[in-house]
């Protein structure tokens, strides 16, 4: 079979196999359930449905259970199929009547769906029907600027997103699959796809487990299921039948799942469940295509509706005063466009613009430091998280067993432990397990003995009954010593003495009992422990189990997945960010533990998968905020500790590359997955990392707030001064006999005013913005309107005042729709640089170049418009030399009376 390079981690290193099933023997006895305990039904071979909260569609084959209770010659009849496999005309039946063997996907987005999701926008609707309302009403001015404003939005933003499905698409790109299967007799390379229920395989080292199926036959068949339960040591899988009682499906030792794969050793298997009737295909199934709303859409979605629900108040309102205060027969009509002027300029047009550009500046910077964005709304909520959930295997972990210790009876580190268990993995023929090759990595052992000087005579192979394998070996000095090592309780056994300190010592039952403490101590500290003894014999040409007794116990070799070097500096780096680390692991609590210890996480307060399964929402709520390691948990349990999280007003990451945490990850505000994970995690991710390493995810926070910040600089800035707008408006539209603006003024202001805030995107950001999380708040934004909205209507109402009582402007109109006009762009244009930052604007802190270049040309271009033909067009007139040195004094006042207010509200912590 041709192994997927993209299904799990492993399959990208060099395929190791066993001869012995020393991982199984050094592994916790309980193993962790990716279901519930009550998933089997009192040994039925009904399989009931998930965990509660995992979606119904995600089941396990119930023929897969059957199949496991029976022989293997029932198992054939039950599958209507032989030992010489399918025929060519069988399968191609089957074929037809299953269907293929792929699992659901996302379906590829076309160009024409993709600018129907582009332009379903609030703002993008209201803008198209206003436009199109003013060409009906014969106004073509002002329908092609706002056709204008909207094409621009939505092709910029169209353009952006149809870059990132394209670099998606790239990204989810599968590699084609083949599996042996046994056709006609004869084993042949067959397309993954073309599998069928009934068809036998063949597996070896590398395979990637083609469907959910029922072994057959195996020789030290083990299988790497951590995408599966998160446990790092893979399993035995044997062919005898199953006693199903109340265990797990992956607790059946004759049973193997799709995306799971062989680490070691050879097997045939019958497939019972292909595509969507496996457990994989139906975690897919039930995934693919769902769409989750994040804090980043909540946010934009409640944003945008306050705007428009302020413009659908005030537009009507501005209609009837004009309406009734005017004079002369057209006034209606020019109340009418007047009001649908205003209401464009109430609305924020420019946000879903705003928004893409800086998603996607945000998403290039981030390709650059090794984080690849699926989903552009996904970096604001990268951002915005302040709890990452994350596995432990290979994120927290090497995803590499090591030797962590070799040590006496009592413990102590010893080297003669290390030299034996070594000469036991160099000499045992056949391939070497991962036991054995953490042994091996060892070499400096070379420096302690001359293994040229140790010869091999004999080799008593492992089997499960014994659980212990041996080896004799010629010692330097002369004599012949038995080497063994096992499983700790099948070594004791087979001891009646103890070395400690060079002496040995009478292994008595009350001494028995205090040894057993000391292992059981290195197990409950999360290692996998082998026993180590020896025994010396007489010359004799054979020797035999029987040998493996008396024998005299010198310690313990101790395995782990240890803890990455860079993952400590990384969880503190984002706690200091104000990012909470929490680990949602399907691996036993005891190696849970023993990692979050050391890379410095608290585990006092810890929650397994039975007792989540137990608790209320409402409780699991509760409890999720103070623990910080959850263990032993299914899928159904990750999915709902998230949404718990999410209840609690978290914004949740969940980092995770398995099967088991798709639903975590479409649950999660954002999911994190990285390029080597399953095809489902990966699918199911926003953020896909090119290294699974969480120093790239605090470069990834940082770059996501930096993103958030200079969207937030538009949403503010616009909102404020619109809300502002309002309240000149109204007065105006009272106090006058005229129109305060023409509709095509409005626009040509609004317009210009759109064009000096594009390079937002490009802003530069201070450290104290991006130092916390910042999720969206829309009662933030609602303070910052009502505090800083009103401060231009007072400079407003002072430049009506100039222009009416200065300027004598009560009749003639174009003299003050112009310096209105002028004002309101030089103000707006303005602000910009006092909202941007939290700071002194131009003394402590200074916008980058492409937004000062655009604001002060702006600037400059109201100034000069009035005295240019196209001013002229727009019924604008050129400003008495008077003007502008008031209109200064105006710009001085409002830009020191804003920062006072700033300042106040940031005291406040309003804002």
Known sequence: MISRVAAHPYLLAP??????????????????????????????????????????????????????????????????????????????????????????????????????????????????????????????????????????????????????????????????????????????????????????????????????????????????????????????????????????????????????????????????????????????????????????????????????????IMSPIVFLVNGLTKTGPDRWHEAFFFALAVAVGLTPEMLPMIVSVCLSKGAIAMSRKKVIVKRLNAIQNFGAMNVLCTDKTGTLTLDRVILEHHCDVVRQEDDGVLVTAYLISYFQTGLKNVLDRAILDHREINDLIPLERFQKIDEIPFDFQRRVMSVVVEMPEGGRRLLTKGAPEAIFRRCSRFELGGDVFSLEQIIIEDLKEEYEHLSNDGFRVLAVAYKDLDPRAAYSKDDETDLILTGYVAFLDPPKETASPAIKALQQHGVAVKVLTGDNELVSRKVCHEVGLPTDHMLLGGQVETMTDEQLAAAVETTTLFARLSPAHKQRIVQSLQRKGHVVGFMGDGINDAPGLRAADVGISVDTAVDIARESADLILLEKSLMVLEEGVLEGRKVFANILKYIRMGASSNFGNMFSVLGASALLKFLPMLPVQVLTNNLLYDFSQVPIPTDDIDPEQIARPRPWSIDEIRRFIFFIGPISSIFDYTTFFVMLYVFGCWDNPSLFQTGWFVESLMTQTLIIHIIRTNRIPFFQSRASWPLTVTTALIMGVGMVLPFTPLGAAIKLTPLPPLYWPILGVTLLCYAALTQLIKKWLLRKHWI
């Open 15 to 312: 395929v190791f196999g066993y001869n012995a099933a020393f991982a199984i023997l050094a592994r916790p006895v309980q193993q962790p359930a990716l279901f519930p305990k009550n998933l089997l039904k009192n040994g039925t071979s009904r399989i009931a449905a998930l965990a509660k909260g995992q979606p119904a569609a995600v089941r396990v084959s119930p023929q897969l259970a059957d199949a496991a209770a029976k022989p293997v010659d029932e198992v054939l009849r039950m599958l209507q199929t032989s030992a010489t496999g399918l025929t060519e005309a069988e399968a191609e039946e089957r074929l037809e009547r299953h269907g293929p063997n792929e699992v659901a996907s996302e379906k590829e987005r076309g160009w024409l769906l993709r600018l129907l999701i582009t332009m379903r926008n609030p703002l993008v609707v209201l803008l198209s029907l206003l436009s199109v309302l003013a060409f009906l009403s014969g106004d073509p001015r002002a329908g092609s600027v706002m056709a204008l404003m909207v094409t621009l939005g939505v092709a910029l933003r169209f353009a952006q997103e149809s870059k990132a499905d394209l670099a998606a698409a790239k990204l989810k790109a599968m590699i084609t699959v083949t599996a042996t299967a046994v056709r006609d007799g004869r084993p042949r390379e067959v397309p993954l796809a073309e599998l069928v229920p009934g068809d036998l395989i063949k597996l070896s080292a590398g395979d990637m487990i083609p469907a959910d199926i029922r072994i057959i036959s195996s020789k030290d068949l083990f299988i790497v299921q951590a995408s599966l339960t998160g446990e790092s040591m893979p399993v035995e899988k044997v062919e005898a039948p199953a006693v199903l009682g109340r265990r797990s499906p992956l607790e059946l030792e004759n049973v193997c799942f799709l995306g799971t794969s062989v680490e070691s050793g050879t097997a045939s298997a019958a497939v019972v469940a292909t595509g969507p009737q496996t457990y994989f295909g139906g975690m897919a199934r039930s995934l693919s295509g769902q769409e989750v709303t994040t804090s980043f859409d909540r946010g934009v979605n409640k944003f945008t509706w306050l705007m428009i629900s302020l413009m659908a």
